[in-house]
């Protein structure tokens, strides 16, 4: 194990001296001797205890996320209240309040086969339900992600880049005919959380061409 630490140290150490070497060409090319001097103050030693804790960057992805507008907030109300009233025709339950213990009820109609599995409608009214009990359970918010593909309405982890899709977690499941277990789901998304706070607590490597 302890070769292997050894090891993994070596390349990240490569890594970084490539990086710093990068910056520092990048920077005479641009601005001249000046900013190369500011781009290589930004660099500094790292002990191994440290290395093995740095969260290196990662390829970023071609994303936006903003903020629901007034229509977006609308749909979203509309999806909650007509998710709400089949609860409401189907199980004669009227305190959905988007809590843990609404799981409950979704659930039971899940197993009772309440829903068609083709409804993507229903399933994703659902889903909005669903994403609203994870919104208080880990203290997340909802937002508009955008990408290659278009729009999304998701729980943003405070202002990272860390996002759930709780529209499409149901409706997808039931379109492979997969299990649908939501108190299984939550304890899943409970782990995704905790990395998501994890990586945010890790001291990132200095981006000295993005901090120019």
């Not at 090319?29 to 969260?55: I, N």
């Amino acid at each position: 194990m302890q070769q292997i630490n050894r090891h993994f140290i070596a390349v990240c150490s490569l890594y970084l001296l490539s990086f710093g070497v990068y910056a520092q060409e990048v920077s005479v090319t641009v601005d001249g001797a000046e900013s190369q001097t500011e781009l290589t103050s930004s660099m500094r030693e790292l002990t191994p205890e440290q290395l093995e804790q740095y969260a290196f960057p990662e390829q970023e992805d071609n994303f936006e996320s903003r903020d629901l507008t007034a229509g977006q907030i609308e749909i979203l109300a509309n999806m909650r209240k007509a998710a709400k009233e089949l609860i409401q025709r189907k199980l004669g339950i009227l305190s959905i309040n988007g809590t843990k213990s609404d799981l409950t009820a979704m659930q039971s109609m899940i197993n009772r086969r309440m829903v068609r599995l083709d409804d993507v409608i229903v399933w994703q009214n659902l889903g909005v339900l669903f994403g609203d009990v994870l919104a208080r359970e880990f203290n997340m918010i909802w937002v508009i992600y955008e990408d290659d593909l278009g729009p999304s309405k998701a729980l943003r982890w405070r202002k990272t880049d860390n996002f759930l899709f709780p529209v499409t977690m149901l409706s997808k499941r039931a379109k492979y005919g997969e299990e649908i277990n939501l108190k299984q789901i939550l304890d899943e998304l409970t782990i995704t959380v905790d990395e998501f706070k994890t990586w945010e607590l890790k001291p990132k490597l200095p981006n000295p061409i993005k901090s120019r």
